[in-house]
């Protein structure tokens, strides 16, 4: 089925201002229990502030990300946020999202990304802005997401930046394997902003309990295991629980998906 992503989805944004160059590694943001505009806020859970990327990531502030995601939707470059969103649509799709990825799975879904025209629709031209849609920046709102995208998610960020298609055989005797299994799919992100956001996952779960790493409850002495908790709000009930991860940190091997409906916390329950 197709879920909200949650904070896992954080990684996309922070890779997409990367790119548009409209975030850097050095950008730091303030967080006073979350994210305030007018007299609303997205809220989050407490932490040293403010933050540079790499602490974002392994912190999960949801504040960090809503400005990461303001600067690409308000980019000065596009004549307005419609445009920004379409362009942001696109980024999000060559992470395989938004569409069926194309697999060998019988009965695969492609999920839901926003766009300009149907925010124009639900609040009319110009009747929407960065606030209104502010939910999508940790990965909430009308992004829905399977659990075999998110795992494509884990491979594309442990690749620097391409994954395959996800297929059930890799060979076998007598059976002409689809050479589409074997294509490399990139995103529009270039490599060295995928190490900027690894350096983050690794430290979620490597920096010790404690020390705001919200995933060190899978670390495993030596597997050098990268990940990126997330909780996400579910409309018909608890919160699922996510995780994923990827290991090692050089030269990995395998990436995981965990997603548990109506679980609670990610740390909690996803990551173990």
Same mark, same amino acid.
């Given at each position: 089925? !197709?879920?909200?992503?949650?904070?896992?989805?954080?990684?996309?944004?922070? @890779?997409?201002?990367?790119?548009?160059?409209?975030?850097?590694?050095?950008?730091a943001?303030?967080?006073?229990?979350?994210?305030?505009?007018?007299?609303?806020?997205? *809220?989050?859970?407490?932490?040293?502030?403010?933050? !540079?990327?790499?602490?974002?990531?392994?912190m999960?502030?949801? !504040?960090?990300?809503?400005?990461?995601?303001?600067?690409? @939707?308000e980019?000065?470059?596009?004549?307005?946020i419609?445009?920004?969103?379409?362009?942001?649509?696109?980024?999000?799709?060559?992470?395989?999202?938004?569409?069926?990825? *194309?697999?060998?799975?019988?009965?695969?879904?492609?999920?839901?990304?926003?766009?300009?025209?149907?925010?124009?629709? %639900?609040?009319g031209?110009?009747? &929407?802005?960065?606030?209104?849609?502010?939910?999508i920046?940790?990965?909430?709102?009308?992004?829905?997401?399977?659990?075999?995208?998110?795992?494509? @998610?884990?491979?594309?960020?442990?690749?620097?930046?391409?994954?395959?298609?996800?297929?059930?055989?890799k060979?076998?005797?007598?059976?002409?394997?689809?050479?589409?299994?074997?294509?490399?799919?990139?995103?529009?992100?270039?490599?060295?902003?995928?190490?900027?956001?690894?350096? *983050?996952?690794?430290?979620?779960?490597?920096?010790?309990?404690?020390s705001?790493?919200?995933?060190?409850?899978?670390?495993?002495?030596?597997?050098?295991?990268?990940?990126?908790? *997330?909780?996400?709000?579910?409309? %018909?009930?608890?919160?699922?629980?996510?995780?994923?991860?990827?290991?090692?940190?050089?030269?990995?091997?395998?990436?995981?998906?965990?997603?548990?409906?109506?679980?609670?916390?990610?740390?909690? &329950? !996803?990551?173990?």
């Amino acid at each position: 089925a !197709a879920y909200p992503p949650g904070s896992v989805f954080k990684l996309v944004n922070g @890779l997409i201002g990367l790119q548009e160059g409209t975030l850097t590694t050095e950008n730091a943001y303030p967080c006073a229990g979350g994210y305030h505009f007018g007299n609303h806020k997205l *809220g989050c859970h407490n932490h040293k502030s403010p933050l !540079a990327l790499e602490e974002a990531v392994m912190m999960s502030c949801n !504040a960090y990300f809503c400005y990461a995601l303001r600067n690409v @939707l308000e980019n000065k470059k596009y004549s307005n946020i419609g445009e920004a969103l379409d362009k942001w649509n696109e980024y999000v799709q060559s992470f395989g999202f938004g569409h069926k990825l *194309g697999s060998d799975f019988p009965a695969e879904l492609g999920g839901t990304l926003p766009t300009s025209k149907m925010y124009n629709k %639900r609040y009319g031209e110009n009747g &929407w802005k960065f606030t209104t849609i502010i939910s999508i920046s940790i990965g909430q709102g009308e992004i829905g997401v399977t659990p075999l995208q998110i795992a494509n @998610l884990a491979a594309t960020v442990a690749n620097r930046g391409w994954y395959r298609i996800p297929h059930i055989i890799k060979s076998s005797e007598g059976v002409e394997i689809d050479p589409k299994y074997n294509e490399k799919q990139y995103t529009m992100v270039d490599t060295t902003n995928f190490k900027k956001v690894i350096n *983050g996952m690794w430290r979620a779960v490597n920096s010790g309990y404690g020390s705001g790493g919200t995933a060190s409850v899978a670390a495993v002495p030596g597997l050098d295991i990268c990940g990126k908790t *997330g909780t996400a709000q579910n409309p %018909r009930g608890a919160d699922n629980s996510v995780f994923i991860c990827f290991a090692p940190k050089d030269n990995p091997k395998i990436a995981v998906a965990a997603y548990i409906e109506n679980a609670g916390f990610g740390a909690t &329950w !996803a990551a173990p």
